[in-house]
């Protein structure tokens, strides 16, 4: 079965650090663009971050240089660090999994929550 | 940046209501656009992507349309199950924005 799953969400402090992970099976996570996507409470979708097939990686202005994305290939995961977390960064972030046809496969989401 | 516009933001219909949503970028995007369902408490789940080509699986009510800066999604004929939150988003640039969200509620 081909799926995303997260895990690591948590609370913690400001000024913390928390590191996500989105494990794939089904599929490999380097033939994919995988992207970080989050959802403040009551709020929309917001888009954090991609690693390119290629290993290209991009950010949004709003988490640039406290978020770092990686994978690795022998275990099959996609993971996020976040450091220097904000009460703003308090969200679900959703792993997703796509190509030039979008995003077509989503995680389950993993709520992290950013406070003292 | 890319900023994405969608009108409206809440949407009431009835079921069997033809409906239609607007999404606008800031610049011309090309066709590089997918429209996302999401439920409350649920991931997101692809509709559309390029504009206008039907994910597999996802019912011919709804369909994309649009290129350059303005994209439509209609659904023909509202069903039950399509009461929920509508995302359009970019992805000409590598910054894949999302627009601000409309909520198709019951009228």
């Known amino acids: 079965e081909v799926q995303l799953v997260e895990s690591g969400g948590g609370l913690v402090q400001p000024g913390g650090s928390l590191r996500l992970s989105c494990t794939a099976s089904g599929f490999t996570v380097s033939s994919k663009y995988m992207s970080w996507v989050r959802q403040a409470p009551g709020k929309g979708l917001e888009w954090v971050s991609v690693?390119?097939?290629?290993?290209?990686?991009y950010y949004a202005d709003s988490v640039k240089g406290r978020f770092a994305i990686s994978r690795h290939n022998s275990n099959n995961t996609l993971y996020l660090q976040m450091n220097s977390l904000r009460a703003e960064d308090t969200a679900v972030y959703y792993c997703?999994?796509?190509?030039?046809?979008?995003?077509?496969?989503w995680g389950q989401g993993t709520l992290v929550t950013v406070s003292s | 940046d890319i900023q994405m516009t969608q009108s409206p933001s809440t949407l009431s219909a009835s079921v069997g209501d033809r409906v239609s949503i607007t999404c606008r970028a800031s610049q011309s995007i090309s066709s590089w656009l997918a429209w996302y369902q999401q439920k409350p408490g649920k991931a997101p789940k692809l509709l559309i992507y390029k504009a206008s080509s039907l994910e597999s699986g996802v019912s011919s009510r709804f369909t994309g349309s649009g290129s350059g800066t303005e994209f439509t999604l209609t659904i023909s004929s509202l069903q039950p199950d399509d009461f929920a939150t509508y995302y359009c988003?970019?992805?000409?640039?590598?910054?894949?924005?999302f627009g601000q969200g409309t909520k198709v509620e019951i009228k």
């Open positions: 997703a999994g796509g190509g030039d046809n979008g995003d077509d496969l």
């Open positions: 988003q970019q992805y000409r640039s590598y910054s894949r924005t």
């Open positions: 690693i390119y097939s290629g290993g290209s990686t």
